[in-house]
């Protein structure tokens, strides 16, 4: 790259920074001023622009505060006060966020569950969200229902949409509540005392222990993402942004709201991505802007050539997990201006942004600001997956091009902070203590990354026992524990496998049975313990199941085979036909290779 290219990559990169670090520089940790007093400061500036729109309905940024302030009166009229949670069980549509938005004015916290959750698993988020009230639609109240035993307390669910003879005791219809409240706003003293300190938002995460872990997110965490890519994005009140993803994770639900409510633009919310519908609902919605995660980009790049897919309007895709033998492709065929992709974790202190739209790279800190940012990659044991110790007991950084842990240093300030999960010993598990001296605190990502000569970073793999699969986290731990008691299995280990050409890794399953293996069976087992993305795409019968000397299951050989024929021994399944799962053929196999079979 020559100097002239050089210095145009650094102004461009110091201007992303400049903006971002501009927006997110008023918070402080002790600051009353809260996420839902940010939402208002934009109501007050922008009244009569259109703030959302769903499939439905269309609000404008004073008609959402209406609504926000329904809401808030609502949770008080139940007597509803600080520190209490309420948990949202609901697809995405403009009421998603007038709810947690006017939750937030009266001080109460809001639990963002998954909506693909069902059964033990939802009610174990339930359970650890400490929240008493459930708000939900006609689409999720039954599987709120299904959990409802399995949770340690009396649950009060409250649903847009019930029919009148689906009412009981403790289960009601919560429009004409909610449309009966004052929409004028709550008095800020009903948040009296609350700071930035005090939890705003718990988001569920999947980690490496099992079940999902419920992440706080204070004030402080919420405004931060939220301002940081309104920074970033540089978007106007004449953008709009394109928002088909998931409103309960942090990518859609904060990075993407942010990005375009707080400076006056439009958001249309889609209850879900449609890789046939997309791009002429970009066209027609006049989208300037959408918000991805690598998954949805790789379905469009895969999918045949539409008529609108270059008649749009769009100057900025902005998300993370795009993959780099996706990214040419996926900019050059739809032809989007500008890609920002950028590294975060929703309960994370390390956060990385590529301003310059470098192909394939999470992110650049320059040599020149290596001390004032926080990531760092260290070396780890190749057996054990822990941190490398030096004979002094400090642990040591990789070289530049090698392949390390991304750690960010734990500090009481606003890009420091570390809020962790509701559950103390969950968190203590991501801390990594004397680190490069006596006494410091490191967040440990659980993610590989390398860096290059230039500053850029690449994200290589993820630690321990998660993998992604369809945009979502999967643990292998659940998933093991979830298919121990599926009929005839005695042992079940369950690994991640690389598949060409597909984004993360499917689901794969080794199986010893007590007798004979039974697909259907199997099948509508998985069906009811899973949601859909933590279903195993392939299974493996085997004879037995070697485990190491502390009795832990030895995955890597199992994973080094993936679904390979000529390496596995003994019958693989995949995913589908009229038992759920069919043995794979040579000629099966061949067509996943190349990418005639989409799994």
């Not at 040419?328 to 942004?353: A, C, H, P, W």
């Amino acid at each position: 790259m020559g100097l002239a290219a050089n210095i145009r990559r650094d102004i461009r990169f110091a201007s992303g920074l400049y903006r971002l670090l501009k927006r997110i520089k008023p918070i402080t940790l002790d600051s009353d001023v809260l996420v839902c007093d940010d939402i208002e400061e934009a109501v007050d500036k922008f009244p009569d622009n259109v703030a959302l729109e769903d499939e439905h309905r269309r609000l404008t940024y004073r008609e959402l505060d209406a609504l926000a302030n329904r809401y808030a009166h609502w949770a008080k009229a139940r007597n509803l006060k600080r520190s209490d949670v309420i948990a949202l069980v609901m697809h995405n549509r403009v009421e998603y966020l007038a709810a947690w938005i006017g939750f937030s004015k009266v001080g109460v916290a809001t639990a963002l569950i998954n909506t693909n959750l069902t059964g033990q698993a939802l009610a174990h988020c339930l359970t650890i969200s400490n929240a008493f009230n459930v708000v939900t639609d006609q689409d999720c109240w039954r599987a709120v229902e299904e959990a409802r035993p399995f949770v340690d307390r009396n649950l009060m669910s409250w649903v847009h949409g019930l029919a009148d003879e689906d009412e009981t005791n403790d289960r009601r219809d919560i429009d004409n509540a909610v449309r009966s409240a004052s929409s004028v706003r709550p008095d800020k003293s009903l948040r009296s005392g609350l700071t930035n300190r005090d939890t705003a938002l718990f988001i569920f995460t999947s980690g490496t222990t099992g079940l999902p872990k419920a992440a706080r997110i204070p004030h402080s965490r919420a405004r931060t993402y939220m301002r940081a890519f309104a920074g970033a994005t540089a978007s106007t009140p004449k953008d709009a942004l394109y928002n088909c993803l998931p409103l309960y994770h942090s990518t859609g639900g904060l990075v993407g709201v942010g990005s375009i409510l707080l400076n006056g633009g439009r958001m249309i919310i889609r209850r879900r991505f449609s890789s046939t519908n997309f791009w002429p609902d970009v066209k027609a919605s006049g989208a300037t802007m959408f918000v991805y995660i690598g998954e949805l980009c790789r379905y469009l790049v895969n999918c045949p050539p539409n008529e609108d897919e270059r008649a749009h309007r769009l100057r900025l895709a902005f998300g993370n997990g795009l993959r780099p033998d996706v990214w040419s492709e996926f900019q050059k065929r739809f032809g989007i201006k500008d890609i920002m992709e950028f590294y975060g974790s929703t309960e994370g202190n390390v956060s990385l942004f590529n301003f310059d739209g470098k192909a394939g790279a999470i992110g650049r800190v320059p040599s020149y600001l290596k001390s004032q940012i926080n990531i760092r990659l260290i070396a780890l044991d190749p057996e054990t997956g822990e941190p490398l110790r030096r004979a002094d007991g400090m642990c040591q950084l990789v070289s530049v091009g090698e392949t390390g842990e991304a750690i960010g240093q734990i500090a009481a300030d606003i890009r420091h902070d570390f809020s962790g999960y509701a559950d103390k010993k969950a968190s203590e598990k991501k801390i990594l203590t004397d680190v490069f001296k006596k006494g410091d605190r490191w967040f440990r990502t659980g993610d590989l990354m390398r860096q290059d000569r230039d500053g850029y970073f690449y994200f290589m793999d993820r630690l321990g026992d998660t993998y992604r699969w369809k945009g979502e986290n999967v643990s292998t731990a659940e998933v093991e524990q979830r298919l121990h008691d599926a009929p005839g299995v005695q042992e079940v280990i369950a690994y991640g496998v690389v598949v060409p050409g597909q984004e993360g890794k499917a689901g794969m399953a080794g199986l010893v049975m007590e007798g004979k293996f039974d697909p259907a069976a199997f099948a509508a087992y998985a069906d009811e313990q899973l949601p859909a993305y933590a279903r195993p795409v392939f299974l493996r019968l085997m004879k037995s199941a070697e485990t190491t000397g502390t009795f832990k299951y030895r995955k890597v050989d199992l994973v080094a085979d993936g679904f390979d024929l000529e390496k596995v021994e003994g019958a693989v399944y995949v995913r589908g036909g009229k038992t759920g799962y069919q043995k794979l053929t040579a000629k099966a196999y061949q067509a996943i290779l190349s990418g005639e079979t989409r799994l």
